[in-house]
């Protein structure tokens, strides 16, 4: 969750209202209001005024900022949110964006506006830094979703072009640098080009936003261009720009932007981005942008989900007091979330605004009517009692990962074409090495096994824990199933050793077991055997063929077994 700092006399400036002077607010009051936002104070430092602020919710951008929490306290003790008059305003003729072709391919949106009337004091320049790195980094996935430029407006002529260029066809001298450099040098030497520049591998043009002069803006998502990228302190006039993989997000985010520099006092002028093909707003999209749609939800549906009878009226003012425009029905309420917020996926988004609101407080708790006592699942407990057995026997346990990759479940164990080798496997997988789900145990012991030559003979090792196994029968085509599975490996290591243990294991678990040979290809041939309890197949034992132990880079033999505490549980 993010944490963010902010300044205690600045803070109380953006929660006076317009025209009033700022109080002073405790710390105490400070950490009542942040229950309104999710909020957790994690410091604060009494010389500086700095307070450090953990934020719960991921699904509130705006609220990664000292405006957007200044903006929902506000808003509280208001009533109401007072709108921003930006939002449909139309833009001059003389600002607006021009979108080069060929960009759908790389980064293809951008949104984009002017800010002037706000002097940039220290404070706020520190929080617009902030914003923009978290923002940026968590919202806009480490820049390659969203990322934002803020520039000195008064030395931008408009129109603006956003196009591709040739990576050695541009220079300029980068943010944190004092060299002229091409696009493909900041990709190499720049520190930011170094961090983002994978975000734009295999592009044989890169994008550059560049203004009528023909002066380079920025290099997004990389870096702005120093000359007209570096706000200072006392800077009042500023051109905000976001560009971007996902149309909603970039411009969501520059709603944000547009709304904390509007509660700073600065006005916000909106700019028109052309297109040279029509996006899913448009080819002419005036941004900042309201992307909201009002949306209606049932009364019965709020009150059944705070286990309170509320009124038209208390979830009207709850949901208005906290930023939102509504309008009460018979029985419902319309509601629409403010332009700076886009989190409204479902009808508990608003049943859990309605309870923040309100205060949990405000709700009377229920004693439960039924006494219940809580204790261990029957898998828990054969689990635990198959974990007591295997330390009493000598065995060390492990604990692994379920996921992992084909090569290690199938291929290493020669399960290639085979039913044995039937997995879950994960679509779009981000790597290889977490694509699937062992359907077995037995390769995540292996995997320790090879990693550990260079430790004392025997090696003796168990893990207890969950696999996915295939089933076209289950409602969601496989079963997850609590396993577990054990191996010796030394010099010596034969089927009787680990028999032995299987014998122990069953006697004190109270069940007669039988061994029925096995044809499985990651065994020896008969050196394996089906592990059989009441007359249901639960496991498998035996020494693993020498191509197995060869694709691990194992030099020792081993045995090993594997049993499904599940179905054993249910034998119980």
Not at 91 to 120: D, F, N
Not at 246 to 275: C, H, K, S, W
Not at 377 to 400: C, H, N, P
Request: net charge negative; hydrophobic share 40%; proline share 6%.
């Amino acid at each position: 969750m993010p944490t963010i700092s902010i300044y205690k006399d600045d803070f109380e400036s953006l929660l006076a209202s317009t025209g009033r002077a700022k109080r002073a607010v405790s710390i105490e009051q400070v950490e009542e209001w942040l229950m309104l936002v999710k909020g957790e104070l994690k410091g604060h430092n009494a010389e500086t005024g700095e307070l450090r602020v953990e934020l719960q919710d991921s699904n509130r951008p705006d609220l990664w900022c000292c405006e957007g929490i200044a903006r929902q306290i506000r808003i509280k003790q208001q009533g109401k949110l007072k709108p921003y008059a930006f939002f449909g305003k139309k833009p001059k003729s003389s600002q607006h964006l021009i979108v080069g072709p060929g960009l759908e391919q790389v980064r293809p949106y951008v949104a984009a506006c002017t800010a002037k009337g706000y002097r940039v004091t220290e404070e706020g320049l520190a929080q617009l830094i902030q914003t923009q790195e978290k923002l940026a980094d968590i919202f806009g996935h480490k820049r390659k979703t969203v990322s934002i430029g803020i520039y000195q407006l008064s030395k931008i002529q408009f129109p603006v072009t956003y196009e591709l260029v040739k990576p050695d066809e541009a220079r300029f001298t980068p943010l944190g640098m004092e060299t002229v450099m091409t696009l493909s040098e900041i990709l190499m030497v720049h520190p930011k080009g170094l961090e983002h520049g994978h975000i734009l591998a295999g592009q044989s043009r890169l994008p550059l936003l560049r203004d009528a002069k023909h002066q380079p803006l920025s290099f997004p998502p990389i870096i702005n261009s120093r000359e007209v990228g570096e706000v200072r302190v006392g800077d009042d006039e500023l051109f905000v720009e976001v560009t971007g993989t996902d149309l909603p997000m970039v411009v969501l985010t520059l709603n944000i932007f547009a709304a904390n520099l509007a509660d700073r006092g600065a006005a916000i002028e909106p700019i028109e981005v052309q297109y040279p093909k029509s996006t899913p707003l448009g080819k002419r999209v005036v941004t900042p942008q309201d992307l909201g749609k009002p949306r209606t939800i049932q009364l019965k549906t709020i009150e059944q989900a705070l286990g309170q009878e509320l009124g038209v009226k208390t979830v009207k003012q709850a949901l208005e007091v906290y930023g939102y425009d509504v309008s009460a029905g018979k029985g419902t309420v319309k509601a629409k979330l403010p332009p700076y917020r886009q989190d409204l996926m479902h009808a508990m988004d608003v049943v859990e605004d309605v309870a923040v609101s309100r205060g949990y407080g405000e709700f009377v708790p229920v004693m439960p009517a039924q006494f219940t006592v809580g204790g261990l699942s029957r898998i828990e407990q054969t689990s635990d009692r198959a974990r007591e057995l295997m330390v009493g026997l000598g065995f060390q346990e492990i604990i692994s990962n379920i996921l992992g990759s084909p090569d290690n479940y199938r291929s290493a164990m020669r399960l290639d074409g085979t039913d044995w080798g039937r997995m879950v496997e994960v679509e779009n997988a981000m790597a290889l090495t977490f694509s699937c789900l062992r359907q077995w145990m037995l390769p995540s012991l292996l995997r320790v096994e090879a990693a550990s030559s260079r430790a004392f003979y025997p090696h003796r090792l168990f893990e207890a824990g969950e696999v996915a196994i295939p089933d076209s029968t289950h409602e969601l085509g496989s079963r997850t199933e609590v396993v577990l599975g054990s191996l010796i490996a030394h010099a010596g290591a034969h089927f009787s050793e680990l028999h032995s243990c299987v014998d122990v294991l069953f006697y004190y678990f109270g069940k007669d077991y039988s061994l029925d040979p096995v044809q499985h290809p990651s065994f020896l041939e008969g050196r394996a055997g089906r592990i059989v309890v009441a007359g249901k197949p639960l496991g498998v034992i035996g020494e693993f063929h020498p191509e197995v132990l060869e694709r691990w880079q194992i030099a020792v033999p081993v045995v090993a077994f594997e049993v499904n505490l599940s179905q054993l549980a249910e034998l119980a």
